[in-house]
């Protein structure tokens, strides 16, 4: 993916930057999923997690160089955010 082709999304590099070594740090997507209260374990079991005050969830993980995504975020299910975000990173990985 080049530079041009990300501007389809609404994520800047460095908010890329931040999620890919926010993954590394954490040992993978899922993890800082979970971290994120995105994904949680249920009986042994990762399930996607449904978050309905949304902007308690905005003061609590859009901060920093996310801060700017605040005003398109706007589901109770924070795995389907951080996977379009995740989508982006990855593309612009198999480009590289």
Known sequence: MTYAQLKNYPFNPE??????????KEGGFE????????????????VIAVYEDIEKYKELF???????LRSIYD?????AFWGILYEALTKIREAQ
């Open 15 to 24: 908010q890329l930057c931040k999620l890919e070594n926010e993954i590394d």
């Open 31 to 46: 993890k800082l999923m979970i971290s994120k209260k995105a994904l949680k374990k249920e009986d042994g079991t990762t």
């Open 62 to 68: 859009l901060t920093e160089e996310y801060e700017s």
């Open 75 to 79: 589901t109770q299910v924070p795995y």
